[in-house]
């Protein structure tokens, strides 16, 4: 049986550790509040765009534009969002897990695809198992703004242009609620999956023409999609790590209850012994 | 005069809504006047101001970069990568970085971007002239 200070030295311990927790998960919270403000205020401009875009390719059946075809499949782009930092339960594995599943299911060889990576735990997961991602951004502020992503997003939707790759497909953590995140897989190019939202699509003029105008508009479109994904995982990551610090400072109170029962059991039976003993010396006595 | 709605959209958030007479922005094929009751229009934009005048008298005046106008009857939406009203522009960091894009533009490296050092500086020099307010 472990002494008495043993115990007391490991309730401290486990004590301070739930201080750490129960902190890192205050802050999460906060931090998750104005996660879900930017998210929704990115909803204005996402929907927005959609709706011109939609009805622009929907409106013109004859314009063309490179990102609305779908051209033979010979590379595919996974661009993967994930943190920078752990401590958030199952985030980031679940994330990293269904992307690296499909990589193996799809694909022979790795001239097959190319890996994007945004957050540092993607990016050291992918080197660790031999692939280097094309291109990758770690430390992003917790609030990421459009400035920040641009130059990546930029490069990502250029790529395709560029025939890196025919295909680019994103995997992010979906914000649900804050005890619930699904991992959702978009296939962002090309744009074949545009849907007419229902409302009604207005004929436009186009200045100078329809051409030119998604020539603007499709690049712009591509990266708000991305940018959207972000600022959603940006806001699962904070719920996760809100959740697993609450269940961390749990089980710390759970551990501490315990330790405590031992302890004082302990001293009790420390307690007894010594009564025991002097009873037993003072009988020795008569 | 007949006003209708005008807003301006970024990825940031909503910059500007509100009423008024004539919308006057610079679209890639010219400078563009929208009144109320336009035919429902769709044109891309140039780096530069976008001015709200109602009443004969500029009442708004924004730094636009990019991004596109969208025309309805009844209203105006602008959504750009980014968009700044003339009174919220620090002029002393919008000065810095037109410096900053020049230099790179002199330095005349290699490894320079030109196409983007010179939309850096494209859009330092409409931030600056904006927040000025000379035209």
Known sequence: MASLRDIQTRITSTKKTSQITKAMQMVSASKLNRAEMNAKSFVPYMNKIQEVVTSIALGSKDVKHPMLVSRPVKKTGYLVITSDRGLAGAYNSSILRSVYKRIQEQHTSQDEYVVIAIGRVGRDFFRIRGIEAIESITGLPDQPSFADVKEIVRKTVDLFSEGMYDELYMYYSHFVNAIQQDVTVKKVLPLTELESSGASLSSYEFEPSAEEILEVLLPQYAESLIYGALLDGKASEHAARMTAMQNATDNAKELIRNLTLQYNRARQAAITQEITEIVGGAAALE | ?135
């Open chain 2, 1 to 135: 005069m007949k006003t209708f709605n005008v807003n301006i959209v970024t990825p940031d958030g909503l910059v500007l809504d509100t009423n008024t007479e004539l919308v006057s922005a610079k679209a890639q094929s010219g400078e563009l006047g929208i009144m109320a009751g336009h035919v429902p229009t769709v044109a891309p934009l140039q780096i530069g101001a976008v001015r709200l005048i109602t009443g004969g008298k500029q009442t708004e005046l924004i730094a636009v970069s990019g991004g596109f106008l969208e025309v309805r009857p009844d209203q105006v939406t602008i959504l750009a990568q980014a968009a700044e009203k003339a009174e919220s522009i620090d002029l002393a960091r919008a000065e810095e970085a037109q410096r900053r894009a020049e230099q790179r533009l002199q330095d005349k490296k290699d490894d320079v971007d030109f196409k983007r050092a010179e939309l850096a500086l494209k859009r330092a020099i409409n931030r600056v002239n904006v927040s000025r307010g000379n035209l």
